[in-house]
């Protein structure tokens, strides 16, 4: 089947693609070097809505590379480059056309038809050249790997092949053509270590390094530049050397490390990596079409796989979900902000005002119980501000803007009485916060919302002596809050509109994803960890070895396992959340004897790391009283996760939140959940745990998975 007819076929099954036009003009290059022919990838729309290729867009390359083609073999032209529209270079293959892909010969043309496309690029009879103007992704980086010489401009914020990191591998001669043009090991590190560190972007600069480019050059005249140096390239005036390949025992261990580090990140619980690993390991003989096939094989059993689904599906919660919360009132309520009040000086505290202070620009006000506490929580902001200062992240004028705007007092009426928007992040117990909610109504102006960080306690309850409890709302953050992008806002019983679409508005400036979550115990996030968390105490204390119980949930690939969790929030305040949980749910949510025999000793947490490595602490050890019942691994996961997907489906029955996707949106944000897993639905729906426990899948067939 032709080029043309592949892509036709593929076209038809994606009407609604955004095309990419790819332009050709016709310019004379510098120093007499000849007629050139420009290729502009652009699809209409500013940079706000970044080229992509999908078949269309991919059949419109074809075309313009047909009429190149034929002017090089005519003579008629020098050389050809490849270009994108302002801001943007091109971000790849189009991944809503990949969701609606149903069969693995679909999947498979996608491969062959963007392999077919690019390749032509390397057969013109002229030397061709990519000029990275800017954001380049995926296909948009794979497209000017098929060219023989690149530029990149020193103003381009973000270079990548992030298919990993979704659940996909770079198909269209990334695995292949990148170690060959790198070498192994920086090719590794950009296919695998960056996908698998939260999808880390390169700089112009840092491509350039990399042996990626073959030229930088400033932002503001970059495509002059890059035509002057094509013109003296053409000439023979600049001559580009590229280093030798390590084709030997380098190729191997760098394909070693890519190995580690995805047994590190994901525990063999995604395909993905391994996939682009087996054939970056194959391209060290440098045969370029048997990579090409690889690529195209890879891709195809990917895009018909669940995890390519679920990471596409967290990819839309994150961008789209999230910038849209599902049952939040109409923006036009929200109530200008113009000072902020935080009752507290620790680090929560502290942590908070900062944020409020970088993002809203406005007068932050601390207050707590002495003066040395509000001292201590003020500097700390100042000394975070003077950190931004340091890196070159703030120019002094705005340092000294920030630091004037940031105050402390003892007296909560001088502090709160001209406030919009007061949080509290005190001790965590239901009389403290309504006293200190009591305390700051009878000083505050009418209108200003009241905001609680609790992160289990009810909000209704702790608005409910007050005069005007409609202005309570939950605004539960996540440690560390500069980090974490989860907000859970919490809607009391008596919570008005405009309360609550002040907080949404709030939360936008803060550029937090905020979820809309009805007040119930312990809300989303710290429900469902707890109930995870307490099983796995729970085959603990029953018995079960402390390092199987930990290594029985690795294949779900979590950022940390529970007991480095634990450490991480503190045994004390975990202890904490299960006791109010187990108040709430006693059938359901255990006390742990063996987790509170912990706190009592002051312990912080089950490990020592005195060889590097966490290994469980002799104290720690000497505490625990288990039982004679040991489980195996996977007796330890199957009771984890069934109690996990009974938690849930129980949550959604109660309309803890609107559907199963905002408890992912949850997850994923809020606790580092795998972005490949989709969150945690996708995963009991894929693994039958669902069904299992609750006699259905939590979500339709077609989200997160391969549509029927």
């Not at 009485?417 to 916060?433: N, P, Q, T």
Request: include cysteine; glycine fraction near 10%; charge should be negative.
């Amino acid at each position: 089947m032709s080029t043309t007819e592949l892509l036709k076929g593929a076209a038809e099954l994606f009407p609604d693609e955004v095309v990419t036009q790819a332009h050709v003009r016709h310019l004379d290059l510098p120093f007499n070097a000849g007629r050139f022919a420009l290729i502009t990838l652009d699809n209409g729309f500013d940079h706000t809505k970044p080229t992509t290729f999908g078949p269309a867009s991919l059949a419109n390359l074809n075309t313009a590379i047909d009429q190149v083609e034929k002017e090089a073999s005519a003579g008629e032209i020098v050389g050809v480059g490849i270009t994108g529209k302002p801001f943007i270079f091109a971000v790849g293959a189009d991944l809503k056309g990949v969701e609606l892909l149903k069969e693995h010969k679909d999947a498979l043309a996608i491969g062959k038809g963007g392999h077919e496309v690019f390749k032509r690029l390397a057969g013109i009879a002229v030397p061709t050249f990519a000029y990275y103007n800017g954001a380049a992704m995926g296909g948009g980086v794979e497209v000017g790997l098929h060219c023989q010489y690149r530029t990149v401009s020193a103003a381009l914020p973000a270079f990548s092949l992030p298919e990993v990191f979704l659940g996909l591998v770079p198909g269209w001669g990334g695995c292949t053509l990148l170690p060959n043009l790198i070498g192994a090991e920086k090719a590794v590190s950009v296919i695998i270590e960056n996908s698998l560190n939260q999808n880390k972007q390169l700089k112009g600069a840092q491509v350039y390094e990399l042996g990626i480019a073959d030229a930088l050059f400033e932002g503001a005249d970059f495509l002059e530049q890059s035509l002057l140096w094509t013109a003296s390239v053409l000439k023979g005036e600049i001559v580009i050397e590229r280093p030798a390949i390590d084709r030997g025992e380098a190729w191997d261990q760098a394909v070693a490390k890519g190995r580690f580090v995805a047994d590190s990140k994901v525990h063999g619980a995604a395909p993905a990596a391994y996939r682009a690993l087996d054939i970056i390991e194959a391209a060290k003989n440098g045969d370029l079409q048997q990579g090409y096939d690889a690529e195209d094989q890879a891709l195809a059993d990917l895009i018909m796989g669940g995890e390519l689904r679920s990471g596409i599906y967290a990819f839309n919660l994150v961008q789209k979900r999230g910038k849209r919360p599902a049952g939040a009132p109409d923006k036009n309520l929200a109530r200008p902000v113009t000072k902020v009040g935080v009752v507290g000086a620790g680090l929560m505290a502290s942590q908070l005002a900062l944020l409020f202070l970088r993002r809203l620009e406005v007068p932050v006000v601390l207050t707590d119980i002495d003066q040395e506490r509000v001292d201590k929580g003020v500097g700390y902001v100042h000394a975070e501000i003077e950190k931004l200062l340091g890196k070159g992240r703030i120019n002094q004028d705005k340092a000294n803007r920030l630091k004037a705007l940031v105050t402390g007092v003892l007296d909560k009426a001088e502090g709160f009485s001209d406030a919009d928007f007061i949080i509290e992040a005190v001790f965590e117990e239901i009389g403290v916060k309504q006293q200190v909610f009591a305390e700051v109504e009878a000083v505050a102006p009418a209108h200003a919302i009241l905001a609680t960080n609790t992160s289990s306690l009810s909000v209704s309850e702790m608005a409910s002596k007050l005069k005007n409890p409609e202005r309570v709302v939950g605004f539960h953050f996540f440690n560390p809050v500069a980090i974490l992008p989860l907000l859970e806002i919490v809607r009391g019983e008596q919570t008005d509109d405009a309360s609550l679409a002040t907080a949404f508005a709030v939360a936008k400036k803060l550029k937090k994803t905020a979820v809309l979550v009805k007040d119930a115990p312990a809300f989303v996030v710290n429900r469902i960890l707890t109930r995870f968390m307490g099983e796995i105490q729970n085959v603990i204390d029953e018995g079960t070895p402390v390092a199987v119980a930990e290594k029985a949930v690795e294949p779900l690939g979590l950022p940390m396992s529970p007991l480095v969790l634990l450490e991480l929030v503190g045994p004390a305040i975990g202890l904490h959340v299960s006791e109010t949980l187990n108040r709430a749910f006693p059938d359901r949510f255990t006390v742990s004897p063996n987790l509170a025999a912990v706190v009592k000793a002051g312990k912080r947490g089950f490990y020592v790391y005195d060889s590097g490595k966490p290994e469980l602490d002799p104290e720690v050890a000497a505490l625990l009283k288990q039982g004679d019942v040991v489980l195996s691994e996977e007796q330890v996961r199957d009771r984890v996760l069934d109690a996990v997907a009974q938690e849930i489906g129980l949550m959604l029955d109660e309309g803890v939140v609107a559907e199963a996707q905002d408890i992912d949106l949850c997850l994923i944000t809020g606790a580092g959940w795998p972005f490949h897993l989709g969150g945690i639905t996708p995963y009991l729906d894929r693994e039958g745990v669902s069904e299992r426990v609750n006699g259905k899948k939590f979500l339709a067939p077609g989200l997160a998975s391969v549509p029927a």
